[in-house]
């Protein structure tokens, strides 16, 4: 496996950007059922294959218990007003004892124990769904905070895609039109960290690039050559892995010395930022060679 450097701003055109929203939310209802497709497909050709087959089972389990759930129950207007006057985002990361969470966490539990997997994440997962609901938001805690502990990192895994339908439920209720930056690498829906940037070529959108929340999913506009982690626009460069085509690169920042990818979903247009980060793990052993650390929050490969 060949490196290959960029040390000048990515070379990638840029100049067809058009004026894209600042904003896209998700739509539950079919993102989870897309990204268990995309795995399958990615997994076809993939030494990783077993690995990204479980995690397109658990992508399907996402998308099979939304049907029946509660209506998700999103900010009043007086909450929303207030997360715009103080610029905060408007969907509150604590404070989840409700009880769709609490349907939600046991129907992915429940539905996750069909999925063929190897012997520790089925012992992860029959001491998470045993566990009692205090037990259950401590690890929900954990993982908002973006800290998984290295004993527990698969029980934190179905933890976290259980918050995924939650907050992607509650992120697709807000307007997008009225979302507006909250600070360098926060998601102004939710506050959760970016799990990458992608280049895309949504019609409107043609060669911009969006963060995608590792959270709600909820995707928004940054603009390219500039680091995701703390803003800087000094010292930015790419690394890549030979021959893979061009469609995924480390972006990295030698003032905050970190790492995020960035995927280019115009070259490749079936690009999802969950499905290609698990896929692209060679990248993430890569730079684990260099000096620098990846930012944002990737749980899917926290174990690697």
Request: proline share 8%; with cysteine; aromatic share 8%.
């Amino acid at each position: 496996m060949k490196r290959k450097d960029a040390a000048a701003p990515d070379p990638t055109a840029i100049g067809d950007v058009s004026s894209p929203p600042f904003a896209r939310l998700p739509d539950p209802a079919s993102l989870f059922s897309a990204r268990s497709q995309r795995l399958r497909q990615l997994a076809e050709a993939s030494d990783l294959a077993p690995y990204l087959n479980f995690v397109a089972g658990l992508s399907a389990a996402q998308h099979d218990i939304q049907a029946g759930l509660p209506p998700a129950e999103g900010p009043n207007a007086a909450a929303l007003t207030r997360a715009r006057e103080f610029e905060m985002p408007p969907l509150h990361r604590h404070g989840m004892e409700g009880k769709a969470l609490n349907t939600i966490f046991d129907r992915l539990f429940a539905a996750a124990d069909a999925i063929e997997k190897p012997a520790p994440a089925a012992a992860a997962l029959a001491r998470v769904a045993a566990a009692d609901r205090q037990a259950r938001l401590i690890l929900a805690d954990n993982v908002l905070s973006g800290s998984l502990p290295a004993d527990a990192i698969g029980e934190h895994i179905f933890v976290w895609a259980a918050l995924q339908v939650h907050f992607a439920r509650l992120a697709s209720l807000l307007e997008a039109k009225k979302l507006t930056p909250v600070a360098d690498g926060v998601c102004p829906s939710c506050g959760g960290k970016p799990m990458s940037s992608m280049v895309v070529g949504w019609p409107g959108s043609h060669g911009a690039r969006f963060c995608s929340c590792s959270l709600c999913c909820t995707y928004w506009h940054y603009v390219r050559i500039k680091c995701v982690l703390c803003g800087s626009t000094k010292g930015i460069s790419y690394r890549e892995i030979e021959d893979e085509g061009g469609t995924v690169k480390a972006e990295t920042c030698d003032e905050c010395h970190g790492w995020t990818k960035i995927f280019y979903q115009d070259k490749a247009p079936a690009t999802d930022p969950v499905a290609d980060d698990v896929a692209s793990l060679g990248l993430d052993l890569l730079m684990g060679e260099g000096p620098y650390r990846r930012g944002g929050f990737a749980p899917l490969l926290a174990g690697f």
